[in-house]
């Protein structure tokens, strides 16, 4: 792990002179200081420009406005909020949803070259049912809201896999016996017709190799400043910001690609979480509905639920995770 001074260290001059091509991997030390450095390029760009306007939509859409006195006294004027853009809103979405998913299928394949009409709609059909899978349709709604109300909605995708370790609580039932003395056999035992209930703990391990489509809130995810399309894949870096706990992070141990530090390490990391201006948008977004949120505070006693910031810093050739800004 990098001690705070390295971590803050911008490149040196070495460092500035080289370029790495896309089949060249990245040292753990110049990884850490771009992501980083980008990091806060992009955060700063995002709360110059949009931060501001993205506060401005949720006063609307809530309808929210400051309490008011009446002039010359502290008498409370009335204050009673019109939900004009939140009806607007919510009256176009069912459109948006049906004119997206209104067919049914909504989705088609159409074969090509020696492909049968039979084996696309196979393909089709296993497509549409890893869709449902992923709860597509949920994070099409939330994107589409966003864009909505924002101006901008995003969805992330791709393919998780690995062995997901579980418990289970299998129920079972056991059945009863009473004791006879047969004329022939001597004393047997044989069943009652009852069963008593017992439950055994068993840890099963299930194999994952899915897609999954996760929706971002844009508070959350910084672009490149010098993409000039609203299209992500046009951009030179995208990056999101998520809060993710310890035993999470624990488990991303034995997979290939993650070096991850010991317990205690994290323990220590999780009092240095650093609080961005996303988690005061959303402090103040809730403010609006008058309610107190603090994002950065935690919530849980349990040390297992304590969270850690993580940086996702995605190209095309590369995806780099920091810790806290500090870990790679």
């Known amino acids: 792990m990098a001690t705070p001074a390295e ?45 501001g306007r993205w506060r401005d939509a949720m006063e609307l859409y809530l309808a929210y406005g400051p309490g008011k006195r009446w002039e010359g006294t502290k008498i409370p004027r009335a204050n009673i909020p019109i939900f004009l853009a939140f009806k607007q809103i919510e009256s176009l979405m069912p459109r948006v949803m049906s004119t997206i998913f209104g067919n049914d299928p909504w989705a088609e ?5 020696d492909t049968s009409p039979e084996q696309a709609r196979v393909v089709r059909d296993f497509v549409l049912r890893q869709f449902e899978n992923t709860r597509g349709r949920e994070q099409t709604r939330k994107a589409a809201k966003s864009a909505i109300l924002f101006g901008n909605g995003i969805i992330e995708g791709g393919w998780e896999y690995g062995i ?28 009652t017709g009852e069963y008593t209930r017992k439950t055994k703990r068993i840890e099963i391990e299930d194999k994952i190799s899915r897609p999954f489509l996760r929706y971002v809130s844009l508070k959350d995810f910084y672009i490149d400043p010098n993409c000039e399309s609203p299209s992500v894949q046009d951009a030179r870096f995208a990056i999101v910001k998520r809060k993710m ?43 609006f509905r008058d309610i107190s949120y603090n994002p950065s505070q935690e919530t849980s006693a349990d040390p297992a639920s304590q969270k850690l910031e993580i940086v996702s810093y995605s190209t095309k050739d590369r995806l780099v995770w920091l810790v806290n800004r500090e870990l790679v």
């Open 7 to 51: 971590a803050l260290a911008p490149l040196t001059e070495q460092q500035e002179n080289i370029v790495y091509m896309p089949s060249q991997a990245w040292s753990e030390s110049f990884a850490l200081k771009v992501v980083r450095d980008d990091f806060h390029s992009a955060e700063a760009d995002r709360t110059k420009n949009h931060d």
């Open 109 to 113: 394949c159409d074969p090509e070259g």
């Open 164 to 191: 997901e370790k579980k418990l289970r609580w299998m129920p079972l039932f056991v059945p009863k016996y009473r004791t006879l003395t047969h004329p022939m056999l001597g004393s047997m035992r044989i069943p």
């Open 245 to 287: 706990a310890i035993d999470d992070l624990l488990m991303l141990a034995d997979e290939d690609g993650f070096t991850i530090p010991s317990k205690e390490e994290l323990l220590n990391l999780v009092k240095k979480t650093p609080v961005t201006q996303s988690d005061m948008t959303k402090q103040a977004a809730e403010a």
